[in-house]
């Protein structure tokens, strides 16, 4: 069953945090982070981030974590948010997290979610 208008919605559902995430080539990119269902009503984020290079700064984003997600650029960040998204946590210390629209997600079964582009086709977190 789909729900809303985004056709990516209904597998979104199904996705849960510590699921084991592979992109369309069968390569691991980690796993879900966090699931955020869409807001079709969501405005634009642009002119209102929070700076980050101070204390209170990083402060604020640790008190509001939702206000800092998606951690990537406009327009980026308003299409992720009005579409839903993963954030996928990738492996190691080195390797950056990574965001999936709600409409690159393929397949979920079992406790692997696939998707529908490879892992440099996702954002990254900045």
């Known amino acids: 069953m ?9 597998m979104l559902e199904r996705v849960q945090e510590g699921m084991r995430v ?4 069968g390569e691991d990119v980690g796993k879900v982070q966090y699931v955020q269902m869409g807001d079709p009503e969501a405005a ?19 008190i ?4 800092a997600e998606p951690d990537v650029p406009e327009p980026v960040r308003s299409n992720l948010r009005r579409t839903g998204y993963l954030k996928i946590d ?7 997290d990574r ?6 997600v393929g397949d979920v079964s079992g406790d692997v979610v696939r998707l529908t582009v490879r892992k440099d086709q996702l954002a990254k977190e900045d």
């Open 90 to 96: 990738g492996h190691g210390l080195i390797d950056t």
């Open 64 to 67: 509001l974590p939702d206000e």
């Open 22 to 25: 592979v992109d369309a080539s």
């Open 2 to 10: 789909q729900t809303g208008n985004n056709p990516g919605t209904s």
């Open 44 to 62: 634009t984020t642009a002119g209102n981030d929070r700076p980050r290079t101070d204390l209170l700064g990083a402060v604020g984003e640790a």
């Open 99 to 104: 965001y999936v629209p709600s409409d690159r």
